[in-house]
Structures are given as structure tokens and as C-alpha cells.
């Protein structure tokens, strides 16, 4: 079992910053992937980003290309959303996940942040 812990969200003005951090515990060493999604309201759950814990490898969401960035410290087993120049359209729940044992399917959740960018 993995566990998954999100914090960062907020209330922030439309081209603000944000960090989010999921901090990962429990049987990390089966996760490949670590990956951040969201949920706006009325909306399904649609991928943001990826990140490979072994070699940091990236991969993201056209829609936030260029604003997000992913990043991880593997000391702290803990992985990171950069979001800048935020939009109003960026708000939504944000959650973390990891894969394991099959790659890329995510099998691990946090509960979620929540994220609100007013115009």
C-alpha cells in the first residue's frame, strides 16, 4: 500500500502561484509513476502531469504546458506542482497518485487539495 498526502491548495488571484506537494509513505519503492490530476466541478478527473521517481522524467497535459511543472525529491519521497500564471479555469480539486505494480495505472490516491483562483 502506498499512501498519499496532498497540501498546498488555496484561494489565489488569477496569475498567481501555487506549489502543491503530495508527500508519498508505505510501500513507495513499487511506484514507477507519480502523477498529479484534477476535478473541477461538473467535470471528469483529467490528467496533468507525470513524473518517473527513478529518473525524473516529465510528461504533461497539453492544456498546462509552459505554467505546470512537476518535480520530485526522492529523499523526501515527496513530489511537487509548480502552477503558475493560474486561471480562473485551473480551479478544481488536485490529486496525486502512483502507479504500481503496473505501470501507470494508478492505483493510489490522496484525498485531495483544493485549488480556487478567483478573476
Known amino acids: 500500500q502506498v499512501q498519499l498526502v496532498e497540501s498546498g491548495g488555496g484561494l489565489v488571484q488569477a496569475g498567481g502561484s501555487l506549489r502543491l506537494s503530495c508527500a508519498a509513505s508505505?510501500?513507495?519503492?513499487?511506484?514507477?509513476?507519480m502523477g498529479w490530476f484534477r476535478q473541477a466541478p461538473g467535470k471528469e478527473r483529467e490528467f496533468v502531469a507525470r513524473?518517473?521517481?527513478?529518473?525524473?522524467?516529465?510528461y504533461y497535459a497539453d492544456s498546462v504546458k509552459g505554467r505546470f511543472t512537476i518535480s520530485r525529491d526522492n529523499a523526501k519521497n515527496t513530489v511537487y506542482l509548480q502552477i503558475n500564471s493560474l486561471k480562473p479555469e485551473d480551479t478544481a480539486v488536485y490529486y496525486c497518485?502512483?502507479?504500481?505494480?503496473?505501470?501507470?495505472?494508478?492505483?493510489?490516491w490522496g484525498q485531495g487539495t483544493q485549488v480556487t483562483v478567483s478573476s
Open positions: 513524473i518517473r521517481w527513478s529518473s525524473g522524467s516529465t
Open positions: 508505505g510501500r513507495t519503492f513499487s511506484s514507477y509513476y
Open positions: 497518485a502512483a502507479d504500481g505494480p503496473v505501470i501507470r495505472r494508478y492505483d493510489y
